[in-house]
């Protein structure tokens, strides 16, 4: 298995780029917007498991809970951990250090690999973002949720969210109690 290390600081760059280029090239403009997270899906739980303590090495839990019926784990990556984005090409944030981890759900398997990047878009409300482009083809389904709900657009093999707030301030607000 490859370490989450070599994960989060070899594959990642290329395919937040890919998903930054599939942005621009369907019309959307995100060069303003922060990249809050990526998401590392695991095949099985024992991977899971071993990706956390891995995780753990280089960063420290922000939470772990069960959603949609399989567990999910956030981390904050130490700075020398961070991934590293600017190449030039995509020079949208400094690093990335934020990363989401869900274990399979029970009975629908599918395969190891990073799946989503997650951008904040804080000066409107996800509607009127979504508004601006009208031809994208949306997924609406968690907009109704009470937190942190999101707007998601699929381009095959991989899709990109987009949030109101970061998640380590969701994080935060809800163990705080304020949401």
């Known amino acids: 298995m490859t370490s989450i290390d ?19 090239a369907s019309g959307i403009h995100v060069g303003t917007y922060q990249i809050d997270h990526i998401c590392y899906r695991t095949g099985t739980l024992e991977e899971y498991t071993e990706l ?4 753990e090495a280089i960063g420290h839990v922000l ?16 700075p020398e951990h961070a991934i ?6 995509h020079p949208i944030q400094q690093h ?8 399979p759900k029970p009975g629908r398997p599918y395969p ?10 804080d000066n409107m ?9 009208p ?3 949306w997924d609406w389904r968690a907009m109704g949720k009470t937190v942190n709900r999101d707007l998601k657009v699929d381009f095959g093999g991989f899709s990109v969210k987009f949030h109101e707030r970061p998640l380590e301030v969701v994080i935060q607000m809800e163990k705080e109690g304020r949401l």
Do not use: C, M, W
């Open 6 to 24: 070599q994960i989060l600081n070899k594959e990642a760059p290329p395919f937040i780029g890919r998903a930054i280029d599939t942005l621009k």
């Open 52 to 55: 956390k303590t891995q995780l």
């Open 63 to 78: 939470t772990e809970g069960i959603i949609g019926g399989r567990p999910i784990a956030t981390y904050k990556l130490h």
């Open 84 to 89: 590293k984005l600017v190449d030039g090409t």
């Open 96 to 103: 990335l250090d934020v990363v989401e981890l869900p274990s």
């Open 112 to 121: 190891s690999g990073l799946e989503h990047i997650e951008i904040v878009v």
């Open 125 to 133: 409300s996800l509607e009127e973002f979504a508004a601006l482009y």
């Open 135 to 137: 031809d994208i083809k």
